[in-house]
């Protein structure tokens, strides 16, 4: 069987600092319950969301259900937590929260530096805060409910390597040799996918994160989801993106771009999460599908169909030459990535993306 995985933004990313106050509930669900409810116990891979089954049974009931779990369901006992630990973890579970269930209001926070920022509050708690401001961007905040700090990420990694090079070099210098040893997860985001195979962009402090026909934006220090992008997945669709396989986003000014597992490329708005517009690249029903992370280059966007195991017909890249004419530098590593993803995949579509 395969393993749900999940994206844990490591000590690096602790940078942006949340304070936390540890619940010994939440610590518990986290540690014993999280793998297969998720951590915030709207569902995983092995277990489904719990925000809404908790509030019918009493304490008595959830102790029971603690103790004697339901084998024969998946649900596995634990018997061997204390009732101190047992009646902890149950005052946790009764504030769990169904997923969309903080509803956004529309709200002026103070700022430490005497300033407020007005906007819709995606979420707020005790400790960290995500806003739309009016300027329509995201803020992302850390502090208590009289008065918060802004924050960030120092370096973006815009796309699926990284930045516009392609290296796949980070020049952050947090983690070093000395104590690379001490890495340690700080939050578990889980996809309601068996297949992540997703690198995580982060600019500004927002990770994208992907699995087919789902972008999810995520306050990368403190994990907090901010918005979602979701369609169902096609049905009758095979190939690599069937099975929920998604490989990211490119982000580029305030778009993220990403490939629908039907072959399609779409522009979402980076700060709302609503669409900006959709192409299709080839027809899913001669079994074309998508995976892969768009590359935003100067004004275009690049990307590619799969569908090579399933008998469709490839094409070879034709518009570097054109790219070039349209002013796009596109120096030779991507130009060799481009072959390369033409070689593996099946073609390659360069599709503009803003007025140049
Ligand atoms: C190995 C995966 C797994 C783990 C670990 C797990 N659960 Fe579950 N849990 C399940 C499954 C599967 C169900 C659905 C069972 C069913 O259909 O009644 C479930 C159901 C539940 C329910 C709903 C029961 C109902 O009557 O509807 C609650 C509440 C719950 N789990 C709490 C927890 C808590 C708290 C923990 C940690 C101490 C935990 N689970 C750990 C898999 C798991």
Redesign the pocket.
Known sequence: MRIALAVAALILLASLPSAQTVDPGRA??VN??????GTD?NG?E???G?AT??P??SDQ??TT??KE??PA????P?AN?TSGESSD??RY?RTIKPRGGFTPTRATLRLENGRSLEGVVFNQSLSDAQVLGSDGKIHLLRGNASSYRQVTSQTDWASYNGGMNGSRYSQLTQITPANVGKLAPKWIYSLNTARLQVTPAVVEGVMYVTSANELIALDAGSGRDIWRYQRPRTKGLIGNAAGGVNRGVGVAGDRVFMVTDHAHIIAVNRHTGSLLWETEMADWRQNYNATGAPLPVGNLVITGTSGGDEGVRGSRVENLRQLTRLGVDVNRRVAKRIGKAAQATSRVVGIRHAAP
Not at 73 to 76: I, K, Q, R, V
């Open positions: 518990t669900f014993r319950c999280a793998g297969c409810h116990g995983g092995l277990g489904p719990i089954r908790v019918p049974l009931d959830l259900l603690l779990g339901r369901l998946g649900m596995p634990f937590l973890l149950i579970l």
